[in-house]
């Protein structure tokens, strides 16, 4: 009998140990680890330097009240403004990316009151995107446009309108009076690893900047060398200038730790900061940005950037698509995504599959059994998220794996 909330479709699977890209159930048997949390992973089980940064400071001081300053929360805010954000902005530090997301709809609902429409109304509504996955709190839910999310949810909170992805005319047919900000991730995870065109991610900035609105990215599944870049955008089009930032996943290597970005451009003609909108009082968080998880997510960050793990990235992403092509596969019909952050599309009809299986999961399973952790992105893509230090061997270790499952599946 379990005494948890069955509100997880678990594999049967129970993890015990990790190290790197590899964990070990409670049978001793070994996986290759390309989930890695859900993209949380990202300097794989157990590093070193995470491990000893936990370990230091919590010996320390974990918490105490965010009344007080600590120094691992002012480095890290300023790490993640000026090496990740790149320009002059402010930091608020949360639990997970649901929380961040929420942040940043908070900030644009305050935005809105501090520049009303034209009839003096404050503006409240946000566009985010078919497909989208932003959290499960009832904020980020909302924000969330797939219908499978909302129900048995509603009333949703108001204020969300969901147009299709990479559709710039549906995008400003949406925009309005009352919108305040358009919401996306650069590259959708959930959703189906979909990423946005250069020509969107542009076409956005400049709606944004003709009507005023606020340009929201979510980073928490494609930040942080994940694309092998500092952020996903700058994978796609390293131009733009984002208002609002969220992080989370990735940034504390496994660690609960999340934050918020709020650019400090002004927003009037008297040189009012955005990032000033947000004063004391109008947000807060018992836990977030406590020194032990300051100090892990600092720990993630330093290795990401003293071990120059973008370029392994790019080089591990070179070697998969290399290798899949090669194989001239009539099951993987494309590879999606950038960087460790990649989409295998599936077609269900070369597979031979149990009766009314569905094929990215079934596929996991069957992956799971030959000893390769993954993780569907809706019904028909197959996702990889190992660790950015994920090896050469690794990676052609798991493409063996890939190989052979998906030939000892294969309609004959």
């Known amino acids: 009998m379990s005494y948890l909330l069955p509100t997880y479709a678990n594999f049967p699977l129970t993890i015990v140990r990790g190290e790197g890209a590899r964990l070990w159930d409670n049978t001793g048997k070994s996986y290759l680890d390309f989930c890695a949390g859900i993209a949380t992973c990202s300097i794989g089980h157990c590093h ?8 230091t400071q919590a010996s320390t001081l974990m918490h105490c009240s965010n009344l007080y300053i600590t120094e691992q929360q002012q480095e890290l805010a300023r790490t993640l403004v000026e090496d990740f ?7 608020f530090f949360a639990n997970s990316g649901a929380e961040a997301n929420d942040g940043m709809i908070k900030a644009a609902r305050r935005f809105g009151h501090t520049r009303p429409n034209k009839n003096g109304d404050a503006r409240h509504e946000i566009i985010t995107f078919n497909n989208s996955f932003h959290g499960r709190t009832l904020g980020s839910m909302a924000a969330t446009a797939q219908k499978k999310i909302h129900e048995g949810f509603t009333p949703l909170l108001p204020g969300f309108h969901y147009v299709p992805f990479n ?9 309005n009076e009352n919108t ?10 959930e959703g189906g690893v979909n990423v946005a065109s250069p020509d ?20 928490i599944q494609c930040g942080l060398g994940r694309t092998g870049t500092h952020n996903g955008w700058q994978s796609i089009y390293p131009e733009l200038q984002p208002d609002t930032i969220s992080w989370a996943k990735g940034l504390g290597g496994g660690f609960p730790v999340a934050s918020f970005y709020l650019s400090d451009r002004a927003i009037d003609d008297a040189g009012t900061e955005l990032s000033s ?6 947000h807060g968080s018992t836990y977030g940005g406590n020194p032990l998880a300051c100090a892990a997510a600092l720990a993630v960050l330093i290795e990401i950037k003293t071990s120059d793990l973008c370029t392994n990235v790019i080089a591990r992403e070179q070697q998969i698509r290399s290798e899949v092509k090669s194989w001239a596969s009539t099951v993987i019909t494309q590879i999606k995504g950038k960087g460790l952050l990649l989409g ?17 999961p079934y596929l996991c399973k069957a992956l799971m059994a030959n000893g390769l952790l993954t993780v569907p992105a809706g019904t028909e893509t197959l996702r990889w998220l190992p660790p950015l230090n994920v090896t050469e061997a690794e990676v052609a270790e798991a493409l063996e794996i890939l190989k052979t499952t998906l030939d000892s599946l294969k309609n004959h």
């Open 180 to 189: 305040v900000g358009i919401m996306l991730e650069p590259i959708q995870g």
């Open 167 to 175: 559709d710039l005319d549906a995008l400003n047919a949406a925009i």
């Open 85 to 91: 954000a790149g320009t002059r902005g402010k930091v």
């Open 344 to 360: 295998f599309t599936v077609n269900a009809d070369e597979l031979n599959l149990t009766e009314g299986a569905l094929p990215a």
């Open 277 to 282: 909108i947000m004063s004391a009082g109008t």
């Open 48 to 55: 070193p330097r995470l491990t000893e940064a936990i370990s």
């Open 200 to 219: 969107f991610l542009k076409g956005i900035d400049t709606l944004c900047k003709q009507h005023d609105l606020l340009l929201m990215l979510d980073e």
